[in-house]
């Protein structure tokens, strides 16, 4: 038996298990499937378990030993298997041989990735899937962080498939010896054939095989593209900017292609995403069609077309796509041909689709785009250590999507998403923050399951609504820190009730409370302020009540109006009223009551004046002190009942322009502290009347008298000295005693006289001197008669010292 030019070797197969034919399509940005019809041998009786080779990795080998071209080679894993036919001990089994990628559509997953770019997405979801650092390789260049990228209900190969077709990435494959490898790319730069040598280009018609290996046909085909591509969107961070992308697809190109929402924020992206839907379409404008023998003419590689009778068409081209066909029933296992049914009966055929190698390939948009219809729930988030919702700049919210599988928490579960809200404007708005833990609504603009917004609140057993069947007349708005807007609708007992929990403060108004239509109450401070006017109108009682301090600052003019009777009372405490000015009229009676002490200050002048008669009654002591003067008008009497006290802590002068009449009923008492007592009466007599005198001096006495003085003394007069008395006499000195004098002088005394000395005795004189010693130089004198005891009388001229008794008739 001559040797299999098809082969394949598989740790779940039979060693001779025998290749029958194959056929497949590869395309660049999609898994490859290969169909494999393969023969296997059992014994009688014995079963293929079909299950044991699914998933088991497989190599399949074409090789023309012949030739110097190397084998060609596909390498994957089992994706099915399928009994078609069992004859003569040998079973037809169709095998389905995929890459590993394919497995990924396998899957279904929800799931959102937050603060990463799309290279990074892609690879976090292929090594998910158990692929390494050796199954796949990146040849990309830098991309922006996205802040939010959701998988929704969706295979993982869609999900990533539909994220690089819009970046423009495309993907094949390399195979080698045991496994294949994933190459995603985003450039130019392509991949060469393994085989170095031009592929031929040899037309052929039916069985001819004199060319070998070529490419029998070549067919290209050109279409119409649109002029451009427009793309447009929006950034609710800044509004106003233009965000938008053109470029330019073919000049001769009809029409163009407008697109809204394609999720980009900024200028750049839009010009970035503009060109690369520009080179999708620029991608299939020119595209070309080939069958031949060719082998390793696959997806994502190129090579170089030769003899073409046109010499443009001899250049490089990319091959887009191939579908192979191996057929070895129709040479050595003929008896199965018919089973396999394959279009050729070459030993491999393959028809390819390819580009211009200088035209930069971009993969057709076609994986869908998934649509959420109708809202999701999520959960609001937050930093573990607080139980409010975490806000960013912009009011947004971290939401936890309950269908979001992954175990992201807080503000990596998702991007800040907007809240809709019922009103806003440029400083208008209406924003309720949440907390975390809220059940939300999500709507999703456009169905796209990366643009979220936030519809409303959803209550929950433990988020429950303020309003169930207990009160369902009120209409309930309330916040987390629990303060309340309470609007109850029940037919008569209407009311609004607005409250807070911090001291107890709240306003309720509507239907009586407490006996009150209208509370405003607070267990703390208080203020009303307005910046103009403010008027109440109380049709009935009004009823204050301050617990403590109670003050009032009006810095305009005050009038109150009472058209009835106005009582005040003070229980314990004092009344201090202070005004800059005040006039007060009372048009009749007033009377005002002090039970204890009053006590008035004026700093300034004080005018009362009376039009008629005033009557003060005081019956204990009256104190009047007066700062400075105190005048009266006209007339001005005050007759006090009881004592009467004045003191007055500085000088006191009074002035009275007319005469002063004081009368005493009892004793008179002056006290003087400091300094000295004067009377001065200029021009007229001062006139002491009273019947006993006593004048007592702990000092010195002065007397001057600057005109003549007179003493009448009608009683007895009697001088005491107790030291020395001195009598200077300058001037005339008379002494007239019209009924008798005694001097008694019981020390000595001393008599200087300086001048003409005149003494007339009219009566008797009596002189008793027990001792005189005179020294006269002239006496002149006449003496009627004298009677004296003198002790001792010494007189020395100016000089006299006598002890003398008088007695003068």
């Given at each position: 038996?001559?040797?299999?030019?098809?082969?394949?070797?598989?740790?779940?197969?039979?060693e001779?298990?025998?290749?029958?034919?194959?056929?497949?399509?590869?395309?660049?940005?999609?898994?490859?499937?290969?169909?494999?019809?393969?023969?296997?041998?059992?014994g009688?009786?014995?079963?293929?378990?079909?299950?044991?080779?699914?998933?088991?990795?497989?190599?399949?080998?074409?090789d023309?030993?012949?030739?110097?071209?190397?084998?060609?080679?596909?390498?994957?894993?089992?994706?099915?298997?399928?009994?078609?036919?069992?004859?003569?001990?040998?079973a037809?089994?169709?095998?389905?041989?995929?890459?590993?990628?394919?497995?990924?559509?396998?899957?279904?997953?929800?799931?959102i990735?937050?603060?990463?770019?799309?290279?990074?997405?892609?690879?976090?979801?292929?090594?998910?899937?158990?692929?390494?650092?050796?199954?796949?390789?990146?040849?990309?260049?830098?991309?922006?962080?996205?802040?939010?990228?959701?998988?929704?209900?969706?295979?993982?190969?869609?999900?990533?498939?539909?994220?690089?077709?819009?970046?423009g990435?495309?993907?094949?494959?390399?195979?080698?010896?045991?496994?294949?490898?994933?190459?995603?790319?985003?450039?130019?730069?392509?991949?060469?054939?393994?085989?170095?040598?031009?592929?031929?280009y040899?037309?052929?018609a039916?069985?001819?095989?004199?060319?070998?290996a070529?490419?029998?046909?070549?067919?290209?085909?050109?279409?119409t593209?649109?002029?451009?591509?427009?793309?447009?969107?929006?950034?609710?961070?800044?509004?106003k900017l233009?965000?938008?992308?053109?470029?330019?697809?073919?000049?001769?190109?009809?029409?163009?292609?407008?697109?809204?929402?394609?999720?980009?924020?900024?200028?750049?992206?839009?010009?970035?995403?503009?060109?690369?839907?520009?080179?999708?379409?620029?991608?299939?404008?020119?595209?070309?069609?080939?069958?031949?023998?060719?082998?390793?003419?696959?997806?994502?590689?190129?090579?170089?077309l030769?003899?073409?009778?046109?010499?443009?068409?001899?250049?490089?081209?990319?091959t887009?796509s191939?579908?192979?066909?191996?057929?070895?029933?129709?040479?050595t296992?003929?008896?199965?041909?018919?089973?396999?049914?394959?279009?050729?009966?070459?030993?491999?055929?393959?028809?390819?689709?390819?580009?211009?190698?200088?035209?930069?390939?971009?993969?057709?948009?076609?994986?869908?785009?998934?649509?959420?219809?109708?809202?999701?729930?999520?959960?609001?988030?937050?930093?573990?250590?607080?139980?409010?919702?975490?806000i960013?700049?912009?009011?947004?919210?971290?939401?936890?999507?309950?269908?979001?599988?992954?175990?992201l928490?807080?503000?990596?579960?998702?991007?800040?998403?907007?809240?809709?809200?019922?009103?806003?404007?440029?400083i208008?708005?209406?924003?309720?923050?949440l907390?975390?833990?809220?059940?939300?609504?999500?709507?999703?603009?456009?169905?796209?399951?990366?643009?979220?917004?936030?519809?409303?609140?959803?209550?929950?057993?433990?988020?429950?609504?303020?309003?169930?069947?207990?009160?369902?007349?009120?209409?309930?708005?309330?916040?987390?820190?629990?303060?309340?807007?309470?609007?109850?609708?029940?037919?008569?007992?209407?009311?609004?009730?607005?409250?807070?929990?911090?001291?107890?403060?709240?306003?309720?108004?509507?239907?009586?409370?407490?006996?009150?239509?209208?509370?405003?109450?607070?267990?703390?401070?208080?203020?009303?302020c307005?910046?103009?006017?403010?008027?109440?109108?109380?049709?009935?009682?009004?009823?204050?009540?301050?617990?403590?301090?109670?003050?009032?600052?009006?810095?305009?003019?005050?009038?109150?109006?009472?058209?009835?009777?106005?009582?005040?009372?003070?229980?314990?405490?004092?009344?201090?009223?202070?005004?800059?000015?005040?006039?007060?009229?009372?048009a009749?009676?007033?009377?005002?009551?002090?039970?204890?002490?009053?006590t008035?200050?004026?700093?300034?002048?004080?005018?009362?004046?009376?039009?008629?008669?005033?009557?003060?009654?005081?019956?204990?002591?009256?104190h009047?002190?007066?700062?400075?003067?105190?005048?009266?008008?006209?007339?001005?009497?005050?007759?006090?009942?009881?004592?009467?006290?004045?003191?007055?802590?500085?000088?006191?002068?009074?002035?009275?322009?007319?005469?002063?009449?004081?009368?005493v009923?009892?004793?008179?008492?002056?006290?003087?502290?400091?300094?000295?007592?004067?009377?001065?009466?200029?021009?007229?007599?001062?006139?002491?009347?009273?019947?006993?005198?006593?004048?007592?001096?702990?000092?010195?006495?002065?007397?001057?008298?600057?005109g003549?003085?007179?003493?009448?003394?009608?009683?007895?007069k009697?001088?005491?000295?107790?030291?020395?008395?001195?009598?200077?006499?300058?001037?005339?000195?008379?002494?007239?005693?019209a009924?008798?004098?005694?001097?008694?002088?019981?020390?000595?005394?001393?008599?200087?006289?300086?001048?003409?000395?005149?003494?007339?005795?009219?009566?008797?004189?009596?002189?008793l001197?027990?001792?005189?010693?005179?020294?006269k130089?002239?006496?002149?004198?006449?003496?009627?008669?004298?009677?004296?005891?003198?002790?001792?009388d010494?007189?020395?001229?100016?000089?006299?010292?006598?002890?003398?008794?008088?007695?003068?008739?």
């Amino acid at each position: 038996m001559s040797q299999d030019l098809i082969t394949i070797s598989s740790s779940a197969l039979p060693e001779s298990t025998r290749v029958a034919a194959f056929t497949g399509i590869e395309a660049i940005s999609r898994p490859y499937e290969i169909e494999i019809f393969l023969l296997i041998r059992g014994g009688p009786g014995e079963e293929i378990d079909l299950a044991d080779p699914i998933g088991a990795k497989a190599r399949l080998v074409i090789d023309r030993q012949n030739d110097r071209i190397p084998p060609f080679v596909f390498c994957g894993v089992f994706g099915e298997i399928e009994l078609l036919h069992a004859l003569d001990g040998w079973a037809l089994v169709r095998a389905l041989l995929v890459p590993r990628l394919w497995q990924l559509g396998l899957s279904r997953h929800s799931r959102i990735f937050t603060g990463r770019s799309v290279p990074e997405v892609i690879e976090a979801v292929l090594q998910d899937n158990g692929l390494t650092g050796g199954d796949y390789e990146l040849r990309l260049g830098g991309y922006e962080v996205e802040e939010h990228i959701c998988q929704y209900r969706e295979s993982d190969l869609d999900f990533i498939s539909r994220w690089m077709e819009r970046e423009g990435i495309y993907y094949f494959f390399e195979h080698g010896d045991d496994r294949e490898k994933l190459i995603l790319a985003d450039n130019l730069t392509y991949d060469k054939s393994p085989i170095s040598q031009p592929v031929r280009y040899y037309p052929q018609a039916g069985g001819d095989h004199s060319a070998g290996a070529s490419l029998r046909s070549f067919k290209a085909s050109h279409t119409t593209l649109p002029a451009k591509v427009m793309l447009k969107d929006y950034d609710y961070a800044r509004p106003k900017l233009d965000v938008s992308g053109i470029a330019p697809v073919s000049d001769s190109g009809v029409g163009e292609v407008s697109l809204y929402g394609e999720r980009f924020f900024s200028p750049s992206a839009g010009s970035r995403l503009a060109k690369l839907r520009s080179e999708e379409l620029l991608a299939k404008q020119v595209t070309y069609r080939a069958k031949g023998t060719r082998f390793h003419l696959r997806a994502g590689y190129t090579f170089d077309l030769e003899e073409h009778p046109l010499p443009s068409f001899n250049t490089t081209y990319l091959t887009t796509s191939a579908r192979h066909f191996g057929n070895q029933a129709a040479q050595t296992l003929a008896q199965f041909h018919d089973l396999v049914n394959l279009p050729y009966n070459d030993i491999y055929t393959v028809e390819l689709t390819a580009i211009p190698a200088k035209t930069q390939f971009r993969p057709e948009s076609r994986t869908p785009w998934p649509r959420i219809d109708g809202f999701q729930n999520g959960i609001i988030e937050g930093p573990a250590n607080s139980e409010y919702a975490q806000i960013d700049s912009h009011g947004r919210y971290s939401v936890k999507f309950q269908f979001d599988e992954s175990d992201l928490r807080g503000t990596e579960a998702s991007t800040f998403v907007r809240m809709l809200q019922p009103h806003g404007g440029s400083i208008e708005g209406f924003h309720f923050p949440l907390r975390k833990g809220t059940e939300v609504m999500i709507a999703f603009l456009g169905g796209d399951p990366d643009r979220p917004v936030i519809a409303g609140v959803a209550p929950n057993a433990l988020t429950p609504s303020p309003v169930t069947s207990r009160n369902y007349t009120r209409n309930v708005l309330q916040t987390g820190g629990r303060n309340r807007l309470e609007i109850e609708d029940l037919a008569g007992q209407q009311r609004i009730t607005l409250s807070t929990p911090h001291a107890n403060t709240y306003l309720r108004m509507g239907s009586a409370n407490d006996d009150h239509e209208l509370i405003a109450k607070t267990d703390l401070r208080g203020l009303w302020c307005t910046g103009n006017n403010t008027d109440f109108n109380i049709k009935g009682h009004w009823w204050i009540e301050v617990d403590q301090d109670k003050k009032e600052h009006v810095t305009g003019a005050v009038e109150e109006v009472y058209k009835a009777t106005k009582v005040e009372h003070v229980d314990s405490g004092s009344v201090t009223e202070t005004y800059k000015s005040q006039n007060t009229t009372i048009a009749q009676t007033y009377d005002f009551s002090v039970g204890t002490t009053t006590t008035e200050t004026y700093t300034g002048d004080h005018t009362i004046t009376h039009s008629a008669n005033v009557t003060e009654k005081v019956g204990g002591n009256f104190h009047l002190g007066v700062g400075a003067d105190a005048e009266g008008g006209a007339k001005h009497a005050v007759n006090v009942s009881g004592t009467y006290k004045m003191h007055v802590t500085g000088t006191e002068t009074r002035n009275i322009d007319g005469a002063q009449t004081i009368t005493v009923g009892g004793g008179q008492t002056f006290n003087v502290s400091g300094g000295d007592v004067k009377f001065e009466v200029p021009g007229n007599h001062f006139i002491v009347n009273c019947i006993d005198q006593s004048v007592t001096l702990t000092g010195k006495s002065w007397h001057e008298t600057n005109g003549p003085k007179s003493e009448l003394v009608k009683g007895f007069k009697h001088d005491t000295v107790l030291g020395i008395h001195s009598d200077n006499h300058i001037g005339l000195h008379q002494e007239f005693h019209a009924v008798g004098a005694i001097d008694i002088t019981m020390a000595a005394k001393f008599e200087m006289f300086v001048g003409l000395k005149l003494e007339i005795e009219a009566a008797a004189g009596i002189h008793l001197r027990v001792c005189e010693i005179a020294d006269k130089r002239m006496k002149l004198g006449s003496v009627g008669a004298r009677i004296r005891s003198v002790a001792a009388d010494i007189t020395g001229g100016a000089v006299r010292i006598s002890q003398r008794f008088h007695i003068i008739a």
